[in-house]
């Protein structure tokens, strides 16, 4: 899931650069969402501390509350991998945000082919993403694009025949098998059982005597079997 998020406090800004995405991604079969606000308020701030996935943000630079080159400041303090666009009127701050080094994709001024613009940065953003370590699959007309890190584990159901690849924010059905799904990840997921791979590096607690694994978004499942238990690095 390709999670857009769109702040400026013009609407007609907000409505240009919201038919600039969906145009984009009509064109291919990645799952996406928009996220529009007219301010950096307390639901902006919940967002950024959420654990959604594959975040490109459009940030303006001064909207009524804050600053665009403040609110990224805070973002980069615990997320170093969502993207970071700018957009303003004020095309005279480019150099000052490049001497923030915020890590940002790209500077675009209001009122100079903004819409081509936010294609191509559209376009920049969705590239940077699909080269981070994930696991890229299609299934059923699909295409599945995940970060390894934002998975937490992968179980089998017997029940539908298929694999749950469950992540802080949903769970991802899909019709490969957990042998497949482990040879993708490359020995960045580890089995817990044979119907189970985990990302350890989202593990809080292995408890062996109970047999179950905590994870640092609280999650917790009991599956870790005698046969896998080496295989889990004991966590405290």
């Given at each position: ?8 406090d013009?609407?007609e ?7 600039v ?10 799952e996406?969402k ?10 902006f ?11 490109i943000?459009?940030?303006?630079i ?17 997320d ?19 001497r ?12 100079d082919?903004f819409?081509v613009?936010?294609?191509d ?9 699909g080269?981070?370590?994930?696991i ?6 699909a295409?599945?694009i995940?970060?390894?890190?934002d998975i ?10 298929k ?5 802080s924010?949903r769970i ?7 042998a497949e ?10 089995y817990?059982?044979r ?9 809080v ?7 179950s694994?905590?994870?640092?978004n609280?999650d ?6 005698d ?9 405290c």
């Open positions: 899931m390709i999670n857009f998020i769109v702040v400026d013009v609407k800004i907000t409505n240009k650069v919201e038919n995405i969906s145009k984009v991604m009509m064109g291919n079969k990645l996406y928009i996220h529009i606000f007219n301010d950096y308020n307390d639901k701030t919940d967002l950024v501390n959420s654990h959604l996935t594959n975040k943000y459009f940030l303006d001064e909207t009524r509350s804050a600053s665009g080159i403040d609110i990224a400041r805070q973002i980069r303090k615990n170093l991998d969502s993207v970071i666009i700018f957009i303003t009127a004020h095309e005279e701050l480019g150099s000052i945000i490049i923030q080094q915020l890590m940002v994709l790209t500077f675009i001024c209001k009122f082919d819409e613009n936010i294609k940065a559209i376009i920049k953003s969705l590239s940077y993403i080269k981070k370590k994930v890229k699959f299609n299934d059923n007309n295409l599945y995940i970060p390894i890190r937490l584990y992968i179980t089998h159901d017997n029940v539908e025949r694999c749950l690849i469950k992540t924010d991802y059905k899909v019709g490969k098998t957990l799904l482990y040879e993708m990840a490359d020995g960045s997921l580890v817990s059982h119907a189970c791979l985990v990302n350890e590096n989202r593990i607690k292995v408890d062996k005597k109970n047999k694994i905590l994870f640092d609280g917790c499942i009991n599956l870790v079997s046969n896998y238990k080496k295989e889990v690095s004991q966590k």
